[in-house]
């Protein structure tokens, strides 16, 4: 379902902290890594992380940061993806419901 430019803003101006948080780690792994997030319902959050090549080191510690949020948030539900930016899923991205996090 996609959402009209002010409930789009509305939105992305909801995106809590801790996901700001989450971009700023990633991207102190991997300055080049943009993280996106889309909130399925209400406690409910897809987040993609798109690296742009694969990098063993980085996923794993990627993974760790993603470990830290779901104990730090035992009362949210996430899904995490991290694909590279050559990935066919990365076009997924651009649908109006996913809103990038952290830097650009």
Do not use: K, N
């Amino acid at each position: 379902m996609s959402q009209t430019p002010s409930s789009a803003a509305a939105v992305q101006a909801t995106i809590a902290s801790w996901a700001q948080a989450f971009a700023r780690e990633v991207q102190q792994v991997c300055p080049q890594a943009r993280v996106y997030c889309v909130i399925v319902e209400e406690g409910l959050y897809d987040l993609w992380t798109v690296l742009p090549q694969r990098d063993l080191q980085v996923e794993q510690r990627i993974a760790e940061i993603e470990c830290d949020l779901v104990l730090s948030h035992p009362d949210l539900g996430f899904d995490f993806m991290l694909i590279t930016a050559d990935s066919p899923a990365f076009s997924h991205l651009t649908a109006s419901r996913f809103f990038p996090i952290g830097a650009a």
